[in-house]
């Protein structure tokens, strides 16, 4: 996060793509998405939930850059479990990870 915070999300993801497709542009991606990187507060149902994670915004637009990238072949989304909140946290972290799954897919 030191990164995100310090170049901001948008740079972060320009450095990392430009590091993975330097060799190969056409390079076919893979995309775990880790849904304990986003902030607690939106995403409370997961097994490893720290303050200060991703923002809305931050989580989605790691996505839509993969996505954009025109490479992203695969991607799964992990560390997401509804019996570990309130059913209103399990709601909420379900629905944003279905979102980030839309986003993966192209939609912003």
């Keep these: 996060m030191y990164d995100v915070d310090r170049l901001g999300v948008g740079e972060v993801m320009e450095r990392a793509m430009s590091h993975l497709l330097r060799s190969d542009p056409n390079r076919p991606l893979h995309v775990s998405y ?12 997961t097994g490893t939930a720290v303050r200060g994670g991703l923002t809305y915004r931050e989580a989605h637009y790691i996505a839509e850059r993969a996505a954009a990238s025109g490479n992203l072949c695969s991607a799964d989304l992990v560390e997401l479990n509804p019996t570990l909140s309130d059913e209103t946290g399990a709601e909420d972290t379900v629905e944003l990870g279905m979102q980030i799954v839309t986003s993966l897919m192209g939609k912003s």
């Design 34 to 45: 880790d849904i304990d990187a986003v902030d607690p507060r939106l995403a409370p149902a």
